[in-house]
């Protein structure tokens, strides 16, 4: 069996036509990891105790003739900011080093009922703070497709595990791109669901009025099939929505004939590379020949974007990171000299430099004196930017962009550079403060072999009709 390939569909027929079980089969995925992740770097953690016994209990469900559940027997990695129950979840960062969570992450534990098997815990940037994975405390992830690259950020180890057949699809979390982007950077699908359509809890905080939890996987069907097993309301998450949840398999097959499709001007402006733009245009023909209309939008304080995230994610960033005082959990700093002594070194061994500047940053930005001038300001951007897609969403069913302005840069290229570095998000920051659902997904590479993703963009809680769009282009394209 071809690991590199393998989906959904596949490993549950595999499983139930007997040619494989779901212990043989996370053994198969266990040695690849073994012999590949050296080069890679996309696992953290693996948990292999617990996959096994996973595993073992599909097996003998599917001994039984029971049907199998829709994620039966399929191996999985999870980013290591969600918690799982006596599994090490490190955030990436040094001052979780040796944290074991006494409880599972919602979605997790969602995706584990519906039959999946988890491998392990995946690479990330420190606290999901970054674009390129370099960020991690451990090691960074290397590119599949090109070693010398990074994978994107922060669910680099999500996107290079599913790119290099190390695990059938995973979970990422995205604040301000950290799903899309890194999707596009390794060649996968990548699904930010609507604020609040899938659980926090359990999601170790970074700007928690950003933060979502979504797949990365091969193929849409997959990333389809995924969300409709974490999502839907959650008692323990009170932002998480009390609305039904569509099929949203059932909703790939319906046509995309006559939906509207905006294109912004706004998203194909000055620092967008050349290859990319062509790559997306011809995205965008594709789907006009499959009957889409493709209409003129503007979303003008598109602009403005990238100041307002980094203002809110690092001032809800320097609220939540308060927690990892040395108190409670996770590292604490030796032989101290008094209690503000201990939190000061805690803290100054724990975090990351990217991770100290953010809590800076956004400590400064909601310090009394500059309160109005840069938090609440950004807040109110944030609505601006909102009312843009409100108006956008009047005359269309989706926007479709560019995921990110270039494809993987190298290592080291950016990390001298924090600006340089923040403005890779230009295409994915605006979704996340306004809340809609994204999906990158595969259109074309560069000629150096690079992927490139396209974004297509929804109303809030239409999933459906992204996922839709995005199913009819990878269909259109294979043929
Ligand atoms: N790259 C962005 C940042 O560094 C987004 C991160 C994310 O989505 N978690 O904040």
Redesign the pocket.
Known sequence: MDLNTLTIDAVRCAIAEGKTTATRLAESFYAKIEKEDQAIGAYLTISKDRAMAKAAQIDAMAAKGEKLQPLGGVPVGIKDVMVTRGVRTTAGSKVLKNFVPPYDCTAVARMEAAGAVVLGKMNCDEF????SNENSAYKPVHNPRDLTRVPG??SGGSAAAVASGMAVVTLG??????IRQPASFCGVVGLMPTYGRVSRYGLIA?ASSLDHIGPLAKTVKDAAIVLGTIAGRDPMDSTSADLPVPDYVAELEKPVRSLKLGVAKEYFGEGLDREVRAAIEFAIQKLATLGCEIVPVSLPHTEYAIPTYYLV?TAEASSNLARYDGVRYGHRAQSVRSLSDMYERTRDQGFGAEVKRRIMLGTYALSAGYYDAYYLKAQRVRTLLTRDFEEAFKMVDAIVTPTSPTAAFKLGEKTGNPLAMYLA?IYTVTADLVGVPGISIPCGETREKLPIGLQILGRHFDEATILRLAHAYEQARKN
Not at 128 to 131: D, H, Q, R, V
């Open positions: 999901a703070m970054g674009s950020g922060s979390s995205d604040t301000g791109g950290s970074f994610a998000d």
